[in-house]
């Protein structure tokens, strides 16, 4: 059944991959976290406005405030979809975090457990962070997220 929807790459990443991918998802995490905090500094003056402002320039204000927070609703929704595309996905907007779905290599973690060769991860990487450096078998909350692996030679 067709829905007209596009459907999302289904990659598994390696961790050199995800950390490559990093390039592209930086500049598409830079346009969300400034949207996000655009968003949200015009929802705290809405809610001032609809507090303070006099009945006769509300609602003029709040139109204009409304059409301006729809925009950046509509383009959060294109970074998402974008980072989608990837097979990526959000998994928390502040921090903001991309799950990006992996596969593991034969090396021992930092706590000495074996990654198997071609196991299916999901790699975490958050807004602060240099690389992709932790991930998770399922990357739900309830499980934490671990460091990965160190390369040779690092």
């Known amino acids: 059944m067709l829905t007209g929807k596009k459907s999302a790459v289904r990659t598994r990443y390696t961790i050199e991959q995800a950390n490559e991918a990093l390039k592209l998802v930086r500049v598409i995490a830079a346009e969300l ?31 204009e405030l409304d059409a301006r927070i729809w925009e950046q609703d509509e383009a959060l929704l294109r970074c998402r979809r974008e980072l989608d595309d990837l097979g990526m996905k959000v998994f928390r907007d502040d921090p903001l975090t991309i799950h990006i779905p992996g596969r593991g290599l034969p090396k021992l973690t930092r706590r000495g457990q074996v990654i198997e060769p071609g196991r299916e991860l999901v790699f975490c ?5 240099t690389g992709v450096e932790f991930g998770s078998n399922t990357g739900d909350d309830e499980q934490q997220r671990e460091p990965l692996p160190v390369s040779e030679g690092a």
């Open 33 to 63: 976290m400034e949207r996000r905090d655009t968003r949200r500094e015009m929802a705290s003056r809405r809610s001032d406005l609809e507090a303070a402002a006099k009945p006769e320039r509300l609602r003029s204000q709040l139109a």
């Open 125 to 129: 990487w958050k807004e602060d962070e």
